[in-house]
């Protein structure tokens, strides 16, 4: 029985600007996605003689029904025609609904390491049709690129350069629902996007980093608020959400006195702090 071992990255989205609502329900977005060294890691056991999902996480298991995972993998089974079965094993690191994209990227992972191991090329348009099906962060997690401009849904992807940074993460140990973010944003009519060059980084530009949940998740979740003023204190350059919440991220441009990172960790009991960098 022949093993593989995959890592499977969180992002962070630098910005996030809803700009209309579309006919299937969706909203196109002008989004930039960043890939950080934060990873859950999947192993694909080959030839078992039945089907099985281990998910090694302080969440517990999440029904087949719901899993990206397992939806990805009865896809990718389908669309290729696979017969033989798998055991899949996922250690969770990416906080669950921390707006990191975990499930994205697990779904992604899955997608990969199945191509590699049957020999697909991660080219494949088929690959890309399963990803947006199951999501639209999950053609970012399958795609070359460490960081991207997403349009569309988030599925037309621009490459974007990676800038050096340390982001500092504050992940409180609650969810917000990406429904309710979009039902209770308020959009009524559509806008233009405000556009981010890749000549400097995103958080350098007069602009800022735009996050159009910002103000209703703050305004609904308080908490989230002193936690941004908290890393603003400790000298960020910039202080964001990650998609709609509650992942709360400060930018340092260059590595942060490790002091900054064990003061938070010891302070706040009920989070989860986190010390990264961007991929390249």
Request: with cysteine.
């Given at each position: ?6 890592l ?22 002008y ?71 975990g ?19 991660r ?14 962060d ?48 308020g ?10 060059s ?27 608020k ?15 959400l ?39």
């Amino acid at each position: 029985m022949k093993k593989y071992l995959f890592l499977s990255p969180a992002k962070l989205n630098l910005v996030l600007q809803v700009l209309s609502r579309r006919e299937d329900g969706y909203h196109n977005l002008y989004t930039i996605f960043q890939k950080i060294d934060l990873f859950d890691e999947i192993e694909i056991k080959k030839g078992t003689l039945d089907f099985r999902l281990d998910f090694i996480s302080d969440r517990g298991d999440i029904p087949l029904e719901e899993n990206l995972v397992y939806k990805a993998y009865i896809k990718f089974k389908e669309t290729f025609r696979i017969n033989e079965n798998h055991h899949i094993r996922v250690k969770k690191t990416i906080p669950i609904g921390a707006g990191l994209g975990g499930g994205s990227s697990n779904a992604a992972t899955i997608l990969k390491g199945l191509a590699y191991i049957y020999g697909i090329d991660r080219e494949e348009p088929l690959l890309y049709s399963i990803a947006k099906s199951l999501g639209a962060d999950v053609p970012f997690f399958l795609s070359p690129y460490v960081a991207a401009i997403g349009e569309g849904i988030g599925d037309v992807l621009i490459p974007y350069p990676s800038f050096q940074a340390w982001y500092l993460l504050i992940c409180p140990n609650f969810e917000i629902s990406t429904k309710w973010a979009y039902q209770n944003l308020g959009l009524t009519n559509s806008k233009n996007p405000v556009y981010y060059s890749t000549e400097v980084s995103p958080w350098r530009h007069p602009q800022g980093l735009i996050n159009d949940f910002k103000a209703l998740v703050f305004n609904k979740f308080p908490f989230l608020k002193e936690l941004e003023t908290k890393l603003k204190t400790f000298g960020c350059c910039a202080v964001s959400l990650s998609g709609t919440g509650p992942t709360i991220f400060g930018i340092f441009e260059k590595e942060p006195p490790f002091y900054v990172y064990e003061t938070l960790k010891r302070t706040l009991k009920e989070v989860k702090v986190f010390l990264l960098q961007n991929l390249e």
